[in-house]
């Protein structure tokens, strides 16, 4: 069957025509090209996603789905339930494994990644590879997982690379092309539904931009009456006068406001859980009642249906209270802090209509299929780790690109709330401003570096940490040293020698080897920690020399298992533990120490840990010291985390505790709480999975397992 009639087949599914992008996507992939689709969100990307399964299913081959998050990755399996068969859909995340060997498996990225590195053969009869938000790549944490993917990816499948707009989307298509096969970028730059920018200034929304594509007039004398309040609140501060913080505007003054306009349902995006839940909070306080009779009763029997189901909903925190009396009044809180099934139940009745507004942190922004009429964005800056800063463009865009339902909007609209630190100029700024550049975060891990030696040596190692990004990029800065050595070369030549040029010839002389020993350095800018990192494993025994080649011990094997921040420090915990002497559940609460990650600082209580679960806790931490003390002497600077905050939970849990039992024992959130939970359990699985591992060890950590993935645990949306 030629090309032209499996794209005619596979438009036939459709009620509505193709667009020229998605047609134009099918055919290069029918060429046996990758392609790297960018378009704005809503913009039907995931439909070439579509035509890859449709495509490879046809030719009776397999399709691998990788998004970025879990959460994701558990939407895209419902949905493709409700396209194909259960029997040819798989679902596989660090939480559960279905159908791992179906035609269609959607994965998390790190997922893959861990196949292509321990069963590449897996990937034998795998036509397509869907990389969706493939911008992840920039993540500073985990941005390294999809540039592995990209390595390793065997040739002969194409890549299908789906992404919001990105500044330098030619670069990244010209190195993907460079290692693996040929790929085309495909551009659609139109958003599906028009984009209006509103500015709520006092009372009253502004459109930010005239007829002519000029900010306002009536918003440039707002700014200008910001800048004179700004500049006497100031004076008035130095003169030491008492002034009082700007009044905020109310979230329920805004939401009135695109109720009479007629501009729900919204999201309001706010960059705290507090404040999510204080906007939830204020506005019930209020009144504000946003459903009709019906639409209550559909809420209120979901509510209920749920809550029959998942009995342990009844003792979560105050959050989940605001949340369960907002819902019927077509208000809720969506972020992290809340269990994964009330953030499903809100996204559930968001896509049915019948909750009209959303105040969310900006995780709602990544992915998730909640498309609103409007997008609210509280504030133009956020606080992280490193103190304020504005939002990106890519931010922006990302959170204003959920504004405006295709087949159900003639436009969407984005709101943005002044304020007298957030002028319309600003706000202009990040509207008019050009996307974020991909840059590489490939970063070198002893489980990768295991994981590399396991299938080649120095040499082939070496080759590989060359088709990096980060490499290609540095090759790309090569070309501009080497123009400027030139430059210095000719320099040279041309100066005739004599006392006076001496000095300046000795200059230029210095400059070129400065530039020699630069582009030694760019040729291997992994190598050095590559090499450093291969003598502390082998320092702890991991690895062994056996002729050119490195040979993986059992600790080695079992270390290239471990698929987490602390890999080496893990494996090293698991070789000093006495696992005879610790319950299941014991062991569940030492490991914990190992991935639980704190959002603030909490109090140790750790009662509830057994006298000897609390001394081999320091045993933890010197063994955490001595791996700690190699590294520096190799200038080694990968993070050693050792956090015991979470053990007393996993004891409690672990025994058979009931939910609310364990909030008298930490200020976590509930939702802080299942995730830390589910990352424990996710590290389990791997060691009870463990290769070279003694059996009694696995028989102990599959006992623990179940005893903690119960409840609201075992409940994932």
Not at 95 to 101: A, E, G, K, T
Not at 294 to 316: G, M, W
Not at 367 to 393: C, E, Y
Request: glycine share 4%.
């Amino acid at each position: 069957m030629n090309d032209h009639a499996i794209i005619e087949r596979f438009k036939d599914g459709f009620d509505f025509e193709l667009d020229a992008f998605q047609i134009e996507a099918a055919e290069t992939l029918l060429n046996g090209r990758s392609v790297l689709v960018t378009a704005p969100t809503g913009s039907g990307k995931t439909i070439v996603a579509e035509f890859a399964i449709f495509d490879a299913l046809d030719r009776n081959l397999q399709v691998i789905y990788t998004t970025p998050l879990k959460a994701l990755s558990n939407q895209k399996y419902r949905d493709l339930l409700e396209q194909y068969p259960a029997e040819r859909v798989g679902l596989v995340t660090g939480d559960q494994s279905i159908n791992p060997q179906a035609d269609v498996v959607v994965m998390t990225t790190e997922v893959l990644r861990n196949i292509l590195y321990q069963n590449p053969r897996r990937m034998d009869s795998v036509l397509y590879v869907v990389i969706d938000e493939c911008h992840y790549m920039n993540d500073m944490d985990r941005g390294t997982v999809w540039e592995e993917i990209i390595i390793h990816a065997p040739s002969h499948l194409c890549l299908v690379a789906l992404s919001a707009t990105i500044a330098n989307a030619d670069e990244l298509c010209n190195w993907i092309s460079s290692i693996h096969n040929e790929m085309k970028i495909i551009e659609h730059l139109e958003r599906p539904v028009p984009l209006r920018h509103f500015y709520f200034g006092g009372e009253k929304l502004y459109p930010v931009f005239n007829k002519k594509g000029r900010l306002d007039a009536r918003l440039e004398k707002l700014a200008e009456k910001q800048k004179s309040l700004k500049k006497q609140l100031h004076q008035d501060r130095r003169s030491g006068k008492k002034t009082r913080k700007p009044d905020l505007i109310p979230e329920g003054r805004v939401i009135e406001a695109l109720e009479k306009k007629q501009m729900l349902p919204a999201i309001y995006f706010i960059f705290s859980r507090k404040n999510c839940d204080d906007a939830l909070s204020s506005c019930l306080d209020s009144g504000m009642d946003l459903t009709s009779k019906d639409e209550k009763k559909l809420i209120e029997a979901t509510i209920k249906q749920l809550l029959d189901e998942n009995p342990s909903l009844k003792e979560t925190g105050p959050s989940t209270e605001s949340l369960l009396l907002g819902l019927p009044k077509g208000l809720a809180a969506h972020h992290a802090g809340l269990v994964p099934l009330l953030r499903h139940l809100v996204e559930s009745l968001f896509q049915r209509n019948l909750v009209k507004v959303v105040f969310a942190t900006e995780t709602l922004a990544a992915g998730i299929n909640m498309p609103a009429r409007t997008t609210v964005i509280s504030s133009l800056s956020k606080r992280t780790d490193v103190g304020h800063r504005v939002l990106t463009v890519n931010e922006f865009t990302q959170m204003t690109g959920r504004a405006g339902r295709r087949g159900m909007d003639t436009e969407g609209y984005c709101v943005i709330i002044g304020s007298l630190y957030q002028s319309p100029y600003q706000a202009v700024e990040l509207i008019q401003g050009d996307y974020d550049p991909i840059a590489s975060h490939f970063t070198l891990s002893y489980n990768m570096v295991l994981n590399l030696l396991r299938n080649g040596e120095r040499k082939e190692v070496r080759e590989v940490l060359q088709r990096s990004f980060g490499q290609y990029l540095s090759n790309k800065e090569m070309i501009n040293i080497n123009l400027l050595m030139e430059q210095k070369r000719l320099a040279l030549e041309q100066i005739k020698s004599s006392p006076e040029s001496k000095s300046y010839i000795r200059h230029l002389r210095s400059q070129l080897r400065g530039f020699g020993k630069q582009i030694k350095r760019q040729q291997e800018i992994y190598l050095k920690e590559f090499d450093a990192l291969t003598r502390v494993l082998q320092y702890f025994g991991r690895i062994k020399p056996d002729g050119k080649h490195w040979r993986l011990t059992p600790l080695g094997e079992m270390t290239a298992h471990i698929r987490a921040q602390n890999d080496l420090l893990i494996s090293l915990v698991m070789e000093s533990l006495d696992y005879n002497s610790f319950t299941p559940v014991e062991m569940a609460a030492i490991f914990s120490t190992l991935v639980f990650e704190p959002r603030r600082y909490m109090e140790h209580d750790l009662s509830q840990c057994s006298k000897k679960v609390r001394e081999f806790f320091k045993d933890i931490l010197h063994i955490a010291d001595d791996l700690r003390y190699v590294q520096e002497e190799e200038n080694i600077h990968l993070p050693l985390t050792v956090e015991f905050d979470f053990a007393p939970l996993v004891v409690l849990w672990g025994n058979g505790a009931r939910w609310s039992t364990l909030f008298k024992f930490t200020n976590m959130t509930d939702g802080d709480v299942v995730r830390a939970m589910r990352q424990l359990i996710d590290l389990l699985r791997q060691l009870e999975t463990m290769p070279a591992a003694p059996e009694e060890f696995r028989k102990k950590i599959r006992e623990a397992i179940p005893l903690l993935d119960r409840d609201l645990i075992q409940s994932i949306a």
